[in-house]
């Protein structure tokens, strides 16, 4: 049986197919159009879903969507009614939109597709927990769904069981932590549902000194992890903007303008937040604890994007392990559809692969042939070096170790917003300058961004404070104290940005300024030759650490094919591309002859 999954018309729009249960394909549409967080319908999406298994659209016996469009509309119509007259200018912008489209979604996605079989619809959060729970390696496991809003639900508690889920207790619209947490990237000058994970990166520049303030005026956050929103000092719910002039006054000024200088207030503004979502998360985990009895979590929804909070669950030993949708976001929720509908309106057998979770590594895109690259290079004229198989990752190693940067493209493309070693530009982690020339020459991005590790899985132990595999870059735990180089008494009295450039361990690009990382661990059974050029670079210099960042300048999506690659590595300083068997050499290459600056083709974020 072929089930075909969307998601599409928020952000972030994806498709995917499960077949017989197993995840076969899953790529998310703005890698195909270019236009990052691309929302319109995923058909490119589900075009090479269809091309990567052979299948015509006939072939398909079930299209599930992602969430409930009549719900969605009926949150919409009453919070207008709530907030009228003054969300006016809102509903007539929205609309137009729903009374053409959205709400006719059957009939859209039949059209958009020429399908003629069954369209359903399960609800958006019942699509993010099986997302988690259904491709995680766990037979039970409690589960917990977070993000902005889906239909009228932000916050779930449920748990797994087998083939089966069921969601327990939950947090409606306008009461979310997503939603909160947007807000502030909204107020520190950043892109609401992009720039979140900025914050993230920033808020150890800063320090938690209006942690009391937003817990005593803007959440009234319980025990059992439950809250409330005190919406006086926000406009999301039927306001064009996220915050108000009363937040602005709370916090002292107007929002950050975007591309402005950061302040230490920013920095500050960015830890408390931060810090609380941190707290909300933990103590929804320990209830989840308490009401499913499970020794297992699973996450999903935009919020378990947030790797800190994630690393703080699983040291505080809630439960004994925690398994994070690498998709979290909604482009996952495709995913979560599919096997929804599978497993639970179906009632099809789930069968779980030993250790491993069903997700593949999340290399769920599409892959080129070296017969596809050497077209496109011929085609092309660009000069190009032929590398055998078993010469690929000693030529890789001694690249990085000469302080090369370098394109890698091999491989399936990476399903979810991390780059794992399909789409990746990676570095020497053990280079003091490596994060200034990544930041500023390759992907043209605030200095204060950290970069994250790929680390071979069986050493992850030696260099990180953590005894467990973290393959999808979804957990923050911190360097080894054996490898820290402690601060002296000049250096501890910095402030902000002037702690970017203190040295701090022996794998300093990596290395964020609380001493923590982002790590992602490489295995040898979901990424053979990604994790053979690791442990070469290991076998000859002694680091089994390499930097790895996505492939793909600020404001553009990653990488999908060739012709992106090649374009997007012509247009930084990257010194070495390579895709499939095939090296390319910046200093042999010719200038690309452009009209326009490239920078304006994208959005900035």
């Given at each position: 049986?072929?089930?075909?999954?969307i998601?599409?018309?928020?952000?972030d729009?994806?498709?995917?197919l499960?077949?017989?249960?197993?995840?076969v394909?899953?790529?998310?549409?703005?890698?195909?159009?270019?236009?990052?967080?691309?929302?319109?319908?995923?058909?490119n999406a589900?075009g090479?879903c269809?091309?990567?298994?052979?299948?015509?659209?006939?072939?398909?016996?079930i299209?599930?969507?992602?969430?409930k469009p009549f719900?969605?509309?009926?949150?919409?119509?009453?919070?207008?009614l709530?907030?009228?007259p003054?969300?006016?200018?809102?509903f007539?912008?929205a609309?137009?939109?729903?009374?053409?489209?959205?709400l006719?979604?059957?009939?859209l996605?039949?059209t958009e597709?020429?399908?003629?079989?069954?369209?359903?619809?399960?609800?958006?959060?019942?699509?993010?927990?099986a997302s988690?729970?259904?491709?995680?390696?766990f037979?039970e496991?409690?589960i917990?769904?977070?993000?902005?809003?889906?239909?009228?639900?932000?916050?779930?508690i449920g748990?797994?069981?087998?083939n089966?889920?069921?969601i327990?207790?939950?947090?409606?619209?306008?009461?979310?932590i997503?939603?909160l947490y947007s807000a502030?990237?909204?107020?520190?000058?950043?892109?609401?549902?992009?720039?979140?994970y900025?914050v993230?990166?920033?808020?150890?520049y800063?320090?938690?000194?209006?942690?009391?303030?937003?817990?005593?005026k803007?959440?009234?956050?319980?025990?059992d992890g439950?809250?409330?929103?005190?919406?006086k000092?926000?406009?999301?719910a039927a306001?064009?903007?996220?915050?108000?002039?009363?937040?602005?006054?709370?916090?002292?000024g107007?929002p950050?303008?975007?591309?402005?200088?950061l302040?230490?207030?920013?920095?500050d503004?960015?830890?408390?937040?931060q810090?609380?979502?941190?707290?909300?998360?933990?103590r929804t985990?320990?209830?989840?604890?308490?009401?499913?009895?499970?020794?297992y979590l699973?996450?999903?929804?935009?919020v378990?994007?947030?790797?800190?909070?994630?690393?703080?669950?699983l040291r505080?030993?809630?439960?004994k392990?925690?398994?994070?949708?690498?998709?979290?976001g909604?482009?996952?929720?495709?995913?979560?559809?599919?096997?929804?509908?599978?497993h639970q309106?179906l009632?099809?057998?789930?069968?779980i692969?030993?250790?491993?979770d069903?997700?593949?590594?999340s290399?769920?895109g599409?892959e080129y042939s070296?017969?596809f690259?050497?077209e496109?290079?011929?085609?092309?004229?660009?000069?190009?070096?032929?590398?055998?198989?078993?010469?690929?990752?000693s030529?890789i190693?001694?690249?990085?170790?000469a302080g090369n940067?370098?394109?890698?493209f091999?491989?399936?493309?990476?399903?979810?917003?991390?780059?794992l070693g399909?789409?990746?530009?990676?570095g020497d982690?053990?280079?003091?300058?490596m994060?200034?020339?990544?930041?500023?020459?390759?992907k043209?991005?605030?200095s204060?961004?950290?970069?994250?590790p790929?680390?071979?899985?069986e050493?992850?132990?030696?260099?990180f404070?953590?005894?467990?595999?973290?393959?999808?870059m979804?957990?923050?735990?911190e360097?080894?104290?054996?490898?820290?180089?402690?601060?002296?008494?000049?250096?501890?009295?910095?402030?902000?940005?002037?702690?970017?450039?203190?040295l701090?361990?022996?794998i300093?690009a990596?290395?964020?300024?609380?001493?923590?990382?982002?790590?992602q661990?490489?295995?040898?059974?979901t990424n053979p030759?990604?994790?053979?050029?690791?442990?070469?670079?290991?076998?000859?210099?002694?680091?089994?650490?390499?930097?790895?960042?996505s492939?793909n300048?600020?404001g553009?999506p990653?990488?999908?094919?060739p012709?992106d690659?090649?374009?997007?590595?012509m247009?930084?300083d990257?010194?070495?591309l390579?895709?499939?068997?095939?090296?390319?050499?910046k200093?042999t290459?010719?200038?690309?002859?452009?009209?326009t600056?490239?920078?304006?083709?994208f959005?900035l974020?």
């Open positions: 049986m072929n089930i075909l999954g998601s599409a018309f928020y952000h729009s994806a498709a995917c499960v077949q017989d249960g197993r995840i394909s899953a790529a998310q549409e703005e890698r195909f159009t270019r236009k990052k967080h691309d929302y319109r319908f995923p058909s589900c090479f269809l091309n990567y298994s052979g299948l015509k659209i006939s072939d398909i016996d299209v599930a969507f992602y969430d719900l969605k509309f009926e949150r919409l119509l009453e919070t207008y709530t907030y009228s003054k969300g006016l200018a809102s007539i912008k609309m137009p939109l729903w009374i053409k489209q959205k006719w979604m059957k009939e996605i039949k597709l020429g399908f003629t079989g069954q369209v359903l619809f399960p609800e958006h959060h019942q699509s993010h927990a988690a729970f259904f491709a995680s390696p037979s496991a409690a917990i769904t977070m993000d902005g809003v889906g239909e009228w639900t932000t916050t779930s748990y797994g069981e087998e089966t889920l069921r327990l207790a939950d947090i409606k619209f306008p009461h979310s997503g939603l502030f990237t909204y107020y520190t000058g950043f892109k609401v549902n992009s720039g979140e900025k993230m990166g920033l808020a150890p800063g320090e938690p000194k209006y942690v009391d303030l937003i817990m005593n803007l959440i009234d956050l319980k025990e439950s809250f409330k929103l005190n919406m000092y926000f406009d999301f306001g064009l903007t996220m915050t108000n002039n009363r937040f602005h006054k709370l916090f002292g107007n950050r303008k975007p591309e402005s200088k302040t230490q207030k920013e920095m503004i960015a830890r408390s937040i810090d609380v979502t941190e707290e909300a998360m933990l985990a320990r209830e989840a604890k308490k009401i499913t009895g499970k020794e699973c996450l999903a929804g935009g378990a994007l947030n790797c800190v909070a994630n690393g703080k669950i505080e030993e809630i439960f392990d925690i398994w994070i949708q690498p998709a979290a909604d482009a996952g929720g495709a995913l979560g559809a599919a096997l929804f509908v599978w309106y009632g099809n057998e789930r069968k692969p030993g250790r491993m069903s997700q593949n590594g290399y769920l599409p070296n017969d690259i050497k496109y290079l011929e085609k092309n004229s660009i000069p190009f070096e032929f590398i055998e198989n078993n010469q690929i990752p030529r190693a001694e690249l990085l170790n940067v370098i394109g890698w091999e491989g399936r493309m990476e399903f979810g917003p991390r780059a399909a789409r990746s530009i990676i982690a053990r280079s003091p300058k994060q200034e020339v990544m930041n500023i020459k390759i043209f991005r605030e204060f961004r950290p970069f994250a790929s680390v071979l899985e050493k992850v132990n030696e260099y404070e953590i005894d467990r595999p973290s393959p999808y979804l957990l923050v735990a360097v080894k104290k054996s490898r820290q180089k402690p601060m002296t008494d000049e250096q501890k009295s910095f402030f902000g940005i002037q702690k970017l450039n203190v701090r361990s022996d300093p990596v290395t964020h300024i609380d001493y923590s990382a982002r790590i661990t490489v295995s040898k059974e030759l990604y994790h053979a050029a690791l442990s070469e670079f290991d076998r000859k210099y002694g680091c089994g650490v390499i930097v790895n960042t492939f300048v600020r553009e990653i990488v999908c094919s012709e690659a090649f374009r997007c590595f247009r930084t990257m010194d070495y390579i895709m499939g068997n095939f090296m390319l050499d200093k290459q010719t200038p690309l002859k452009e009209d600056d490239w920078r304006n083709e959005e974020d």
